[in-house]
């Protein structure tokens, strides 16, 4: 079975300091790995998604298969990126799996 | 439309009553998923439809939910008499397939309110 997990529910921290949002998951095969966001009354939405490995917002995942982990991190934290933050796993054949999510409040 | 729409966007039902819940998906969407996601939790998946293929109802928490998709068009998910745990934002999400690298693109949800 597939699993996502992201042990913290909440992140705070102050601006500027450095964010690591932690994602962890289980699976056999070859997954593919997103975060998607969801700030203050918006919809859902990608943030990015590991294929890629881009940047965005300052924002970067890397994939760990041997940890496998999906850990999103941005050097810098602005009060912007507060947001409820979540891994999703995709195998190909079923619906995205998604984590219980982890809260971001990035203080000024 | 230029997004996924759900309908209504929020709704009040007593306790036992049925109720009816909307999402009409990205035009050429295949894929279309329904998500539960209660105070403070994550996101509970519920089912999905792939094109004409059998839906994965795996999700589905009791018979009292069901959901159906015509074609590639609207889909509608159903609660039969209706619980206070029941009370969450209904997600729906649409894609153009379930593949790899396919993002989802999300409706504003339904906020189910049992009382």
């Known amino acids: 079975a597939q699993r996502v997990t992201q042990p913290e529910k909440l992140l705070s921290v102050f601006k500027g300091a450095p964010v690591e949002l932690k994602c962890n998951y289980s699976?056999?095969?070859?997954?593919?790995l997103f975060w998607y966001v969801q700030y203050s009354r918006q919809r859902l939405q990608l943030l990015l998604r590991?294929?890629s490995r881009e940047s965005i917002k300052g924002f970067t995942a890397d994939l760990n298969k041997g940890e496998t982990s999906f850990h999103l991190k941005k050097p810098f934290a602005q009060e912007e990126d507060s947001a409820m933050y979540y891994c999703?796993?995709?195998?190909?054949?079923?619906?995205?799996?998604f984590g219980s999510g982890t809260r971001l409040q990035v203080q000024p | 439309g230029a997004g996924v729409s759900q309908s209504p966007s929020n709704k009040v039902t007593e306790k036992g009553k049925d109720v009816e819940l909307r999402c009409d998906p990205i035009?050429?969407?295949?894929?279309l998923y329904w998500y539960r996601q209660r105070l403070g939790q994550g996101l509970e998946f519920l089912i999905y439809f792939q094109g004409n293929s059998a839906p994965d109802k795996s999700g589905l928490p009791s018979d009292r939910f069901s959901a159906e998709r015509t074609g590639e068009s609207v889909s509608t998910l159903t609660i039969q008499r209706t619980q206070q745990e029941d009370s969450a934002v209904y997600l729906c999400a649409s894609s153009t397939r379930t593949g790899v690298n396919t993002e989802a693109f999300f409706g504003q949800g339904t906020r189910l309110t049992v009382v």
């Open positions: 699976y056999s095969g070859s997954p593919e």
């Open positions: 999703a796993l995709s195998t190909g054949r079923r619906a995205l799996t």
């Open positions: 590991h294929i």
């Open positions: 035009s050429g969407h295949t894929a």
